[in-house]
């Protein structure tokens, strides 16, 4: 079975869900207001996979929450994703997104910084609906630690001459503030709302903690592989321009696998002193690309992603078979 069956197959089933989230993230965030419609647009994608909201319903069917909030979880997920985009284009003063021109190039600097505010208020208020304070930690300590991985990836980015490399340990931090803390509590909320739903069940702290893991993991692998496919050409993405993570200095773990197989001295000081400076790093870009290709970095970075969706799926296993425990597994085993 391909991986984009299998995505395929998650997404026939919950269609009607999926149309209902992709409904009030435009109703919600008030984009009848032209100040909002035009920039909000530039970031809605159809060829979006809209992960978060697929793990938010799963999770949901998972624990058998069936309450109002369902569609509302996975519109708070995306909303904040979609926050945190705005701002980052800014940050990475990015052009494109997924094929299309960014707010910031559109619009401005400023606007794109305003519109993501402006979204992660509306996440806020939705959150706010639900009357659950546990909620409201987990998106928020999410958004703190977005802020943080965000943070520290610029500080390695900006001025790589006035810092060591970064470790792996230091990466795989960053994409678990990144990506991971995001999905993580993304899948918990949905248990948190099902307690709810169900007072006299009790909680269980092994539950909400596995659910947690699995999104944390399935973060984690799909930073790597969205990172990994940064230097791929035989992807099926087309609309992501190539090397656009390595022209923007940041190191991912391509290079940070490449770098480990080269020979301690002259050759890791030559790669880390050449990377660190644009005109050097871009004037021997050609050179990078073949040690990346020469040391099998692609195929050795596809296998530690998977090693990782492999540790996602298995913080599944406290959870009785069920249709919505499968479909998690297919859409984590389609990353």
């Given at each position: 079975?391909?991986?984009?069956?299998?995505?395929?197959?998650?997404?026939?089933?919950?269609?009607?869900?999926?149309?209902?989230?992709?409904?009030?993230?435009?109703?919600?965030?008030?984009a009848?207001?032209?100040?909002?419609?035009?920039?909000?647009?530039s970031?809605?994608?159809p060829?979006?996979?809209?992960?978060?909201?697929?793990?938010?319903?799963?999770s949901?069917?998972?624990?058998?929450?069936?309450?109002?909030y369902?569609?509302?979880?996975?519109?708070i997920?995306?909303?904040?994703?979609?926050?945190s985009l705005?701002?980052?284009?800014v940050?990475?003063k990015?052009d494109?997104?997924?094929g299309?021109?960014?707010?910031?190039?559109?619009?401005?600097n400023?606007t794109?910084?305003?519109?993501?505010?402006?979204?992660?208020?509306?996440?806020c208020?939705?959150?706010?609906?639900?009357?659950?304070?546990?909620?409201?930690?987990l998106?928020?300590?999410?958004i703190?630690?977005?802020?943080?991985?965000?943070?520290?990836?610029?500080?390695?980015?900006?001025?790589?001459?006035?810092?060591?490399r970064?470790?792996?340990?230091?990466?795989?931090?960053?994409?678990?503030?990144?990506?991971g803390?995001?999905?993580?509590?993304?899948?918990?909320?949905?248990?948190?709302?099902?307690?709810?739903q169900?007072?006299g069940?009790?909680?269980?702290?092994?539950?909400?903690?596995?659910?947690?893991?699995?999104?944390?993991?399935?973060g984690?692998?799909?930073?790597?592989?969205?990172d990994?496919?940064?230097?791929?050409?035989?992807?099926?993405?087309?609309?992501?321009?190539?090397?656009?993570?390595?022209?923007?200095?940041?190191?991912?773990?391509p290079?940070?696998l490449?770098?480990a197989?080269?020979?301690?001295g002259?050759?890791?000081?030559?790669?880390?002193?050449?990377?660190?400076?644009?005109?050097?790093?871009?004037?021997?870009?050609g050179?990078?690309?073949?040690?990346?290709?020469?040391?099998k970095?692609?195929?050795?970075?596809?296998?530690?992603?998977?090693i990782?969706?492999?540790?996602?799926?298995?913080?599944?296993d406290?959870?009785?078979p069920c249709?919505?425990k499968?479909?998690?597994?297919?859409?984590t085993?389609?990353?």
């Open positions: 079975m391909s991986m984009n069956y299998r995505l395929a197959k998650t997404l026939a089933k919950l269609k009607t869900d999926m149309d209902k989230v992709s409904s009030e993230l435009t109703q919600l965030l008030g009848d207001d032209p100040l909002l419609r035009q920039p909000f647009n970031l809605i994608s060829v979006s996979k809209k992960i978060r909201p697929l793990i938010s319903l799963l949901s069917s998972l624990v058998g929450y069936t309450g109002d369902r569609i509302t979880l996975a519109v997920s995306e909303y904040i994703h979609m926050a705005f701002h980052d284009d940050v990475d990015s494109l997104r997924r299309q021109k960014t707010c910031r190039l559109l619009y401005g400023s794109s910084v305003l519109v993501g505010d402006y979204v992660y208020a509306r996440a208020e939705l959150i706010a609906t639900t009357g659950n304070l546990t909620i409201l930690q998106f928020a300590e999410a703190k630690m977005m802020s943080l991985g965000e943070l520290k990836q610029l500080k390695f980015s900006r001025d790589l001459s006035d810092h060591p970064v470790t792996m340990a230091e990466y795989l931090d960053i994409i678990r503030k990144k990506t803390c995001l999905l993580a509590a993304t899948a918990e909320a949905s248990y948190c709302m099902s307690v709810t169900d007072p069940a009790g909680t269980s702290s092994s539950l909400s903690g596995a659910l947690y893991e699995f999104g944390m993991n399935l984690v692998a799909y930073q790597m592989i969205d990994t496919l940064d230097y791929s050409q035989d992807r099926d993405d087309p609309l992501k321009p190539l090397t656009i993570d390595f022209d923007e200095g940041k190191w991912t773990l290079l940070l490449t770098y197989a080269l020979s301690p002259q050759d890791q000081e030559f790669f880390h002193n050449t990377f660190a400076h644009p005109e050097t790093r871009l004037a021997h870009k050179w990078f690309l073949e040690q990346i290709r020469v040391h970095a692609f195929e050795r970075s596809r296998e530690q992603a998977k990782i969706t492999h540790k996602a799926i298995a913080s599944l406290l959870f009785p249709q919505a499968d479909d998690l597994k297919n859409l085993l389609s990353l």
